[in-house]
């Protein structure tokens, strides 16, 4: 894998995102969640399955805003996704959707290019 540095959760670029295989973005430290353009979750790494309490398989194909994460469909969040036609940006935030309030950061990644958002979550 490529240099730690490189894969933070600060500094990971989109485009080496794009290029991660499963068991790389699993590796990572942070969660990352990958979503189409509608919103629908395509990944949904080791790290964020644990550390959220939601198995892999029930939240890929799932409209992450209405059905994973309600608590992040605001204008913080998924309105961003919506309404910018690029981003990244880190934000703190607070999770509070079937868990007590946990503070986190997020990452935002949207690029215009690519057919894939990201929102990448430190705890």
């Given at each position: 894998m490529r240099?730690?540095?490189v894969l933070s959760f600060e500094a990971i670029p989109l485009d080496t995102l794009l290029t991660?295989?499963?068991d790389q973005l699993d590796s990572l430290p942070y969660g990352v969640v990958g979503l189409s353009t509608e919103g629908i979750v395509e990944i949904y790494n080791a790290?964020?399955?644990k550390l959220a309490g939601l198995q892999s398989d029930g939240v890929i194909g799932t409209h992450y805003f209405?059905?994973?994460a309600q608590c992040m469909n605001n204008f913080m969040v998924a309105q961003r996704f919506e309404d910018e036609a690029e981003i990244d940006a880190i934000i703190d935030y607070v999770l509070t959707?079937?868990?007590r309030p946990t503070p986190v950061r997020l990452r935002l990644l949207k690029?215009?290019?690519v057919d894939r958002h990201y929102i990448l979550v430190q705890r």
């Open positions: 240099g730690d540095t991660l295989e499963a790290t964020e399955a209405a059905v994973t959707l079937r868990m690029a215009p290019r």
